[in-house]
């Protein structure tokens, strides 16, 4: 048994759910929040037996677009908030790359429904 932990960006919960039903994949949302950009997410939990792994994976990643970059200032980004204020001329906008989702996968000793 393996379980998936997949952080997916907010606009694509919809789709990553949408996919995860068709394919029979039950899945358990949870709001959540983080990364340097403080951006909202949606945390996918989705319990699969190993030999379906793979089509899982496949069925989130076919949900969820290529990363894509956004304008933003590196210096920040990076959390270098001090060295950039102490340095304004290392503020230089840059882009910020996003990724659409970040998945981790689990070993699961047991799984137990109550």
């Known amino acids: 048994m393996k379980m998936i932990v997949a952080v997916v ?3 694509l919960a ?3 759910t949408e996919a995860l039903n068709r394919k029979g994949f039950g899945a358990t ?12 997410n949606t945390t996918f939990l989705v319990g699969v037996p190993a030999a379906q792994l793979d089509e899982a994976l496949e069925t989130i990643r076919a949900a969820c677009p290529a990363q894509r970059s956004i304008p933003g200032d590196l210096t920040f980004a990076e959390g ?4 950039a204020a102490a340095s304004p001329e ?7 790359s996003l990724s659409s989702a970040t998945v981790f996968v689990l070993d699961v000793e047991k799984m137990v429904k109550v």
């Open 29 to 40: 949302k949870l709001a959540s929040t983080g990364g340097f950009l403080k951006a909202g």
């Open 14 to 16: 919809h789709s990553v």
């Open 80 to 83: 270098a908030l001090k060295s």
């Open 90 to 96: 290392k503020q230089a906008p840059g882009a910020i």
């Open 9 to 11: 960006r907010d606009e």
